[in-house]
C-alpha cells in the first residue's frame, strides 16, 4: 500500500466554532435549481438521524471529538435536505455525486482505491438513494485495513464533497476543538495578489505582493514593507511563466519557529532587489482594532475591520471623540479588508445615516422575505460619507455597502466587493460533536438584487496598487477626500 502524498487536496475544515471561513461566492442555485426533486416531497428522516440546531445564543461546547461515521453522514446528508436555502427543491443526487466524489478521490491520493467504490445507480428518491450509497460506502469500509485515521480521513474528505456540492459559501463543516487558538507561529505579513484577490491566494494573479506587515513582527524587525513584490522564497521562484507555485507559497508561511524564511522582493518605491532573512515567532491572535484619524483638515477617517459585537459603537464613538475638536465635514469609513460580522452592526451603524430603513432582505428559495430594517435608535450624524471597498470586504461588509449605494446615503470607492453574503448561517450538531453551518435563505440588497457571487460595484475605481503602498500613496483616501470637499 503506497503512502499518502505529502501534498493533498486542499480543503477547508474549521475548527474554531467561532470563525467561518467563507470561500470566494458562487453564484448559488445556479445549475442546482434546475434539479427537481424527482420524488416529490422529502420523506422525514428518522429521529436519529436529525441535527440538533445550536441556539443563536451560545456556542457549541468544545468536547473531544468522536469518529466521523456513517451515522453522522446521514445526520448531515438530511440536515441538508432539510435545513438549506436549496434543500426544498434539490435533487438528493447533487449531494451524492458530490459526496461520492472526493470519497473515490481521497481513495485514490492514498493509493487503496477498491472495485466497489462505484456511485451506485441514484434515482432521486432521498430514502433509497441514501440507502444504496450507505451500503456502497460500508462494503469500501469493509475491505479497508483497521486503520482509524484512515477511515476518518475517507468520512471528512466525504463529508466535504457533500457541502461543497451546493457551491455555497457560509456553508462550513466545522469539527470540535479544545479551547481558543494559542498563538500562532509566523512572520508578521498579510499577502495578496493583483486584481481581484481570492480567498485561496493559490488561485491569484501575480504579482503576489506584501500587503501588511504587522509591528514588532519578525517581517517589520527584517525591514520588509507594504507593497514588496515578492520574487523568491528560500531562493526559488515564487511565479514561473506566469503562474503561481503553491509549494513556495506554502513557504511564507512557516510552522516553526526554527524555519528560517529568505525573502528577495522588488521594492517598487525605489526599483531596489532586496532580500531578508526572517526567523518566525509566535504572534497573539488578537483582532485588528477600529482607528480614526483626520485627513483633509476636517474629515473623519475611520477604519473598521470588521462587524464584530459593538463595532458601530466603536465607530461612533470614534467620530464622537474627533467632533470634540473639529467641526467635521464628512465621514470616510474604511471597510478594505473587512471580513464581515453581525448584521445587528449593520443595522446600528446604518441608522447613523437614515431611519425607518428597509436595507435588505433574507429569502428563502420560494421567495418568502423577512426584511431587514435599520436601527432607528442610533442618532443621524448629518454627514456625508464615503466607503472604501475592495474586494476582501465580505459577509456584512457587503451588506451594508450594497445598502450604502442602493440607499444612495454616500459613494462607494476602491473596488468592488467580494460577494460573499448568501446568508446568516445556523449551527447544527452531529453525533460526532462537529457542528455543520447552514444557510436556510438568501440575502438580497435594499433594491432587491443579490450581490453574492456578484459584488457590490463601486462608483469611482481606486485599487490599492503594490507601487501605491510602496511610496505610501493611496489613491481610495485622495478621491474620497475630494468627494468630500468638493
Same mark, same amino acid.
Given at each position: 500500500?503506497?503512502?499518502?502524498?505529502?501534498?493533498?487536496?486542499?480543503?477547508?475544515?474549521?475548527?474554531?466554532?467561532?470563525?467561518?471561513?467563507?470561500?470566494?461566492?458562487?453564484?448559488?442555485?445556479?445549475?442546482?435549481?434546475?434539479?427537481?426533486?424527482?420524488?416529490?416531497?422529502?420523506?422525514?428522516?428518522?429521529?436519529?438521524?436529525?441535527?440538533?440546531?445550536?441556539?443563536?445564543?451560545?456556542?457549541?461546547?468544545?468536547?473531544?471529538?468522536?469518529?466521523?461515521?456513517?451515522?453522522?453522514?446521514?445526520?448531515?446528508?438530511?440536515?441538508?435536505?432539510?435545513?438549506?436555502?436549496?434543500?426544498?427543491?434539490?435533487?438528493?443526487?447533487?449531494?451524492?455525486?458530490?459526496?461520492?466524489?472526493?470519497?473515490?478521490?481521497?481513495?485514490?491520493?492514498?493509493?487503496?482505491d477498491q472495485p466497489t467504490a462505484t456511485?451506485?445507480?441514484?434515482?432521486?428518491?432521498?430514502?433509497?438513494?441514501?440507502?444504496?450509497?450507505?451500503?456502497?460506502? +460500508?462494503?469500501?469500509?469493509?475491505?479497508?485495513?483497521?486503520?482509524?485515521?484512515?477511515? +476518518?480521513?475517507?468520512?471528512?474528505?466525504?463529508?466535504?464533497?457533500?457541502?461543497?456540492?451546493?457551491?455555497?459559501?457560509?456553508?462550513?463543516?466545522?469539527?470540535?476543538?479544545?479551547?481558543?487558538?494559542?498563538?500562532?507561529?509566523?512572520?508578521?505579513?498579510?499577502?495578496?495578489?493583483?486584481?481581484?484577490?481570492?480567498?485561496?491566494?493559490?488561485?491569484?494573479?501575480?504579482?503576489?505582493?506584501?500587503?501588511?506587515?504587522?509591528?514588532?513582527?519578525?517581517?517589520?524587525?527584517?525591514?520588509?514593507? *507594504?507593497?514588496?513584490?515578492?520574487?523568491?522564497?528560500?531562493?526559488?521562484?515564487?511565479?514561473?511563466?506566469?503562474?503561481?507555485?503553491?509549494?513556495?507559497?506554502?513557504?511564507?508561511?512557516?510552522?516553526?519557529? /526554527?524555519?528560517?524564511?529568505?525573502?528577495?522582493?522588488?521594492?517598487?518605491?525605489?526599483?531596489?532587489?532586496?532580500?531578508?532573512?526572517?526567523?518566525?515567532?509566535?504572534?497573539?491572535?488578537?483582532?485588528?482594532?477600529?482607528?480614526?484619524?483626520?485627513?483633509?483638515?476636517?474629515? /473623519?477617517?475611520?477604519?473598521?475591520?470588521?462587524?464584530?459585537?459593538?463595532?458601530?459603537?466603536?465607530?461612533?464613538?470614534?467620530?464622537?471623540?474627533?467632533?470634540?475638536?473639529?467641526?467635521?465635514?464628512?465621514?470616510?469609513?474604511?471597510?478594505?479588508?473587512?471580513?464581515?460580522?453581525?448584521?445587528?452592526?449593520?443595522a446600528t451603524l446604518l441608522g447613523a445615516?437614515?431611519?425607518?430603513?428597509?436595507?435588505?432582505?433574507?429569502?428563502?428559495?420560494?421567495?418568502?422575505?423577512?426584511?431587514?430594517?435599520?436601527?432607528?435608535?442610533?442618532?443621524?450624524?448629518?454627514?456625508?460619507?464615503?466607503?472604501?471597498?475592495?474586494?476582501?470586504?465580505?459577509?456584512?461588509?457587503?451588506?451594508?455597502?450594497?445598502?450604502?449605494?442602493?440607499?444612495?446615503?454616500?459613494?462607494?470607492?476602491?473596488?468592488?466587493? *467580494?460577494?460573499?453574503?448568501?446568508?446568516?448561517?445556523?449551527?447544527?450538531?452531529?453525533?460526532?460533536?462537529?457542528?455543520?453551518?447552514?444557510?436556510?435563505?438568501?440575502?438580497?440588497?435594499?433594491?432587491?438584487?443579490?450581490?453574492?457571487?456578484?459584488?457590490?460595484?463601486?462608483?469611482?475605481?481606486?485599487?490599492?496598487?503594490?507601487?501605491?503602498?510602496?511610496?505610501?500613496?493611496?489613491?481610495?483616501?485622495?478621491?474620497?477626500?475630494?468627494?468630500?470637499?468638493?
Open positions: 500500500m503506497s503512502e499518502a502524498p505529502d501534498k493533498p487536496r486542499t480543503r477547508r475544515i474549521v475548527t474554531m466554532p467561532w470563525i467561518v471561513a467563507a470561500s470566494v461566492a458562487v453564484v448559488v442555485g445556479t445549475g442546482l435549481l434546475a434539479y427537481a426533486h424527482a420524488s416529490g416531497a422529502a420523506p422525514a428522516a428518522t429521529a436519529a438521524a436529525r441535527c440538533v440546531a445550536v441556539p443563536d445564543d451560545q456556542q457549541p461546547t468544545p468536547t473531544e471529538p468522536a469518529p466521523t461515521t456513517i451515522t453522522t453522514l446521514k445526520q448531515a446528508y438530511h440536515c441538508i435536505l432539510d435545513h438549506t436555502f436549496i434543500g426544498p427543491v434539490l435533487d438528493d443526487r447533487v449531494l451524492l455525486a458530490g459526496a461520492f466524489t472526493e470519497f473515490a478521490r481521497e481513495l485514490e491520493r492514498r493509493g487503496i456511485l451506485p445507480k441514484l434515482t432521486g428518491n432521498r430514502t433509497r438513494d441514501w440507502t444504496a450509497f450507505a451500503r456502497t460506502y +460500508q462494503t469500501v469500509l469493509a475491505a479497508l485495513p483497521a486503520d482509524a485515521d484512515q477511515k +476518518q480521513a475517507l468520512a471528512e474528505a466525504t463529508m466535504h464533497g457533500m457541502i461543497e456540492s451546493l457551491h455555497e459559501n457560509h456553508t462550513a463543516w466545522m469539527r470540535p476543538n479544545q479551547g481558543p487558538p494559542a498563538d500562532q507561529v509566523g512572520l508578521g505579513i498579510r499577502i495578496s495578489s493583483s486584481g481581484r484577490s481570492p480567498s485561496d491566494l493559490r488561485d491569484a494573479v501575480p504579482p503576489v505582493y506584501v500587503q501588511a506587515v504587522r509591528a514588532g513582527s519578525p517581517a517589520a524587525d527584517a525591514g520588509l514593507r *507594504a507593497g514588496d513584490i515578492i520574487d523568491t522564497v528560500n531562493g526559488v521562484p515564487l511565479v514561473v511563466n506566469g503562474v503561481l507555485s503553491p509549494g513556495v507559497l506554502d513557504s511564507l508561511h512557516p510552522k516553526s519557529a /526554527a524555519d528560517t524564511v529568505r525573502v528577495t522582493v522588488q521594492r517598487p518605491a525605489t526599483g531596489e532587489t532586496l532580500t531578508f532573512e526572517m526567523r518566525p515567532a509566535a504572534l497573539s491572535q488578537e483582532p485588528p482594532t477600529t482607528t480614526a484619524e483626520l485627513v483633509g483638515g476636517n474629515l /473623519a477617517h475611520v477604519t473598521l475591520p470588521g462587524f464584530s459585537p459593538g463595532a458601530a459603537d466603536e465607530v461612533l464613538d470614534k467620530i464622537a471623540g474627533l467632533r470634540e475638536d473639529t467641526e467635521l465635514k464628512g465621514v470616510i469609513l474604511d471597510l478594505r479588508g473587512n471580513g464581515g460580522g453581525r448584521r445587528e452592526e449593520v445615516f437614515t431611519h425607518g430603513t428597509v436595507f435588505g432582505k433574507d429569502c428563502d428559495v420560494r421567495d418568502h422575505c423577512t426584511p431587514h430594517s435599520t436601527d432607528d435608535t442610533t442618532p443621524l450624524l448629518n454627514l456625508p460619507l464615503v466607503v472604501l471597498t475592495d474586494s476582501l470586504c465580505a459577509s456584512a461588509c457587503d451588506d451594508f455597502s450594497s445598502a450604502v449605494k442602493d440607499l444612495k446615503l454616500g459613494s462607494l470607492v476602491g473596488s468592488r466587493t *467580494a460577494g460573499v453574503v448568501a446568508g446568516l448561517p445556523t449551527g447544527y450538531t452531529l453525533d460526532d460533536g462537529s457542528t455543520l453551518l447552514l444557510v436556510a435563505k438568501h440575502n438580497v440588497a435594499a433594491n432587491g438584487e443579490m450581490i453574492d457571487g456578484i459584488g457590490v460595484a463601486v462608483d469611482y475605481q481606486a485599487p490599492l496598487t503594490p507601487q501605491d503602498l510602496s511610496a505610501g500613496h493611496d489613491p481610495a483616501v485622495d478621491k474620497a477626500v475630494s468627494l468630500l470637499s468638493a
